[in-house]
């Protein structure tokens, strides 16, 4: 589902230079996959999930990106800080079905500076059904648009260098 | 729909009495009726309405019937008051389809004391589809359980009267 | 949270006979429960989730339960069978909130004849928030009410022997 | 809410050319406007509506505007066309809240050939929320691909000549 191209660009040099003094550029990313059964419930008319009911999973793979590298939703809340969605896109291949065993694969390429995008692939086995991403702001109690707090800039660098030597290793 | 004696339950008299002395004992009540479309979005893959989606017309009905009082929800709720729901209870005779426009008919029997009980009937045309009751507590910020505030029932009582004054006339 | 004395009761002899001669009516029922964790587009502006989105995961314990007894409800529609819910009731005792993990008991306490009848208690940990039932028809897919197919009387037969048999070993 | 500039887009020739060499670039688009009382169960534990809901409303202007031009799509899908979603896109720039009064607009910006596209404007008041579009594909009842049939195009041509007449009038 994830090209491996995207995951690793490896660039060695241009022509002519020698590998020893060529530079590795590896993609970093955050991931994580949330495994949803299709409820009933987010069927329509049509026999298949309702277009609108793929967000919801979508934020179930983010929270779940969130939480795993030390950064649960319910702790941000707590400590006053929301992150409400900017835009959301999905791209529809195909429709998942009741009872489907659906992997929604969630992925942050990039360390977010003010805003955080995700983005999603919604499979249904080896079929992908959905592409998408969501783009976020921090905000605060009060409604206002802020930085992302240190603690929340920490925990993700930390967690994009640990998942930098995972890959240099 | 709604049926007439359950409207009115007249009383003609004290045992004993001539009916030409008895009283007459007026039910009163307090009601409204939304109008609601289906939306796609409300229906599931057995291609009618999706069952629990009734439950939020009943709201846009109990809360229109509320506004109608002089109790609009988002007052209620700016003044620190929520009515959260104790119990909901539908029978589903026939089911709604997309794009039907649907009646929900929200009537309030009796006065509350504590309890709050809402019934209602929720029809396409002259065709009763669903029935059903809830019932609310009124609870303050802080989720405790509480009486209803003085406000509350000084408007609530205001409309019964008015109803009964324009039942008698 | 199912309460002993409503699993299993026990009746001690007929009219005129020895205690020591009893028999004993053990009231076998199936069971499941289901696990859910709750999605942040579950939750309304009380900061909790909102009343209605309970019915969907009684529906997940209920197809979950008829799935382990080998009915999965997807082969029933393919079989050109639906289940449609006749009535639900639910008594709200606490509010489940956003990440919380939720345990949904779905009970079917007697071989259903024409009607199905489901129990349903929904918890977090120890504590009890919600209880509630549905009853369905068996429906055929023009919509009209039919009498359960055989294969599906027997299979639910078979579970109950099982069960039964499990009890009394 | 929607710019005028958009909608009209009138060049008459560079200054110093002679009105009868100008060109006249009209853009004619269909349009509506579905009006959309907040529900209660469309708000999360933010306090402000939850991001996907915003798509059922998208959903009721799409269909009022087919509606509109003499293609309900209750009709459509009985005559075995369905319209779903290729993609879906919504940039959120304030939320909307409980009981807050929307205007949903959708536009068509030109005749489809292929994928119809709709572009959706969704305000409280003159206050701008919601910007998006929505793509679709026409589909048999096969879930196959097909070009739109020719009723379909017949309704969407003959709209758009009436609007580019009532433009030029």
């Not at 955050?30 to 949803?36: D, F, K, N, P, Y």
Request: aromatic content about 10%.
């Amino acid at each position: 589902m994830v090209d491996a191209a995207d995951l690793k660009s490896v660039a060695f040099g241009r022509a002519g230079s020698s590998p020893a003094f060529g530079t590795i550029k590896l993609t970093i990313m955050l991931q994580t996959t949330a495994q949803i059964r299709v409820r009933f419930s987010e069927t329509d008319a049509m026999g298949v999930v309702y277009h609108a009911n793929y967000l919801p999973w979508c934020e179930v793979a983010r929270t779940q990106l969130l939480a795993e590298v030390g950064l649960p939703y319910v702790e941000l809340q707590a400590s006053g800080f929301l992150l409400p969605v900017l835009e959301a896109n999905l791209k529809y291949r195909s429709p998942a079905r009741y009872d489907d065993l659906i992997s929604v694969h969630a992925v942050m390429k990039e360390m977010p500076r003010v805003r955080i995008r995700i983005d999603y692939e919604i499979s249904r086995g080896n079929e992908l059904l959905v592409t998408g991403y969501t783009q976020h702001a921090f905000m605060n109690r009060e409604g206002q648009a802020i930085k992302p707090p240190a603690f929340f800039t920490e925990k993700l660098q930390a967690a994009f260098t640990k998942a930098s030597e995972a890959q240099t290793r």
